[in-house]
């Protein structure tokens, strides 16, 4: 009953909190064109169109920015599409069929992400407790994600995050309760909550297999076998989720296609000559006037790779300036907004107050979950999120990566840190172990060191007293 009542109290502490910026921002617009696509998806769906981007009125806006040259038999009713995951879409089309897909399903859209972003908060908390932890070192994990601060601003956005990080929470917890040597039916489930993670975000689906081998390798010498084939049920559920749409997008292309065709558009931002492995705005409307998403896809994946050829010497320095930017300071959202004059302009001392806010929380939590990480003893738990930290690293580095992708490993951050700051793990850590938290932590400093050095001007413009009309590009 007490651990029911604190679960209960960290939900209701991270709703009123994701509560009041959307309320106080009821009126407030879409700001990005991601939000505006989800939310065409997310319509067109409800209309009975299918899944289709780019009606009329929106393609209208994108003519106006780029140079598209419209089909001869364009569909008023928009361009049927893959190339973004259905899973957010979907969800918010659950939405707008209660509140109407009039001017408030903006805001019922940000009431639903804000209950979703509260939900993470326990389960944190959840998973804190299902990888060993104690109840002191799951409440602050949980208090921790109640009251991040950049989660408290996220379910303004329509963004597909909202939905993707507790989808993603839950698989862990689900795959870290479940017993190696236990029946068919919670890894069943397992592989439905992981297949409906990777239909919201596709990324997650090269972990299932590490997950499967995970739960092998944790069984006892006697229960391989049923390891084995609880790994395979997990696998195949999973298949059975996913499947289904990667027919779909066969059938709509042609060709061979999986769940999204955003990684030609991704690996072109990754390797351009004149990218430093994330997202720039010049760049990135490049493959935009493609409008069929297979042939953009192809065309990117193709011109990603004629640019490793031309210049093979230079993928290791893109690939470790990807990781540097994967867990870079939650800074671009403030260089956007702020200075696209969205909120006006505020006194030095607020927008300075602001930018500690955003920024601090990471720089406290990341070193200290990786001292949690490096010294830490809880058991094989500490592998499978070990893993996921080193998976969803790697792959960022080779694809492309920014800083709002390190937000999904934010609850194993927080359960990692306050293990560490609880628990004190470096005291009876072995020589390595601290070597190894100390290589981690200055890793980690000098990343945030030259990423600071290298915006510097742009901090200085920001609080000058023309910084609200900068017109950063996102």
Known sequence: MRQRQTVFKIFLLALVLRLIPVCLSARLPLGLDDMIQYDGLARS??????????????????????????????????????????????????VYLVSGVGPTRVFAARLANAFLGAALAPLTWLLARSLGLDEKVSRWAGVVIATFPLFLLYPLGLASENLFIPLMTLGLVMVSRTRTNGGAHPHALTGLVLGLTALTRSIVAGFVPIVALWLYWRARAGGKRVALRNGAILILTFLLVTVPWAIRNTRLHGRPTWIETSLGYNLYLGYHPESSGTFQYGISTDLLSILDDAEQNAHGIAAAVRFARDDPGRVPYLMIRKAGHLWALDSRL???????????????????????????????????????????RFGRGQVLIGLLLLYYTGVHALIMAEARFHLPLLPIVAILAAYAFVRRPWREAHTWQRWMALILVALLALNWGLELARDWATWIALFGPEGHRLNLPY
Request: net charge negative; glycine share 8%.
């Open 45 to 94: 769906i409800v209309a009975g169109h299918g899944y289709r981007w780019y009606a009329e009125p929106e393609l209208a806006q994108i003519e106006k920015l780029l140079d598209i040259e419209r089909p001869a038999d364009y569909d008023p009713r928009g361009f049927l599409t893959s190339f973004r995951a259905p899973g957010y879409p979907a969800f918010l089309a659950m």
């Open 334 to 376: 403030l260089f956007y907004f702020y200075s696209n004059n969205f909120v006006g302009r505020l006194p030095a001392w607020l927008l300075g107050a602001i930018v500690l806010l955003i920024c601090v929380p990471l720089i406290l939590l990341a070193p200290a979950a990786a001292v949690g990480l490096a010294c830490g």
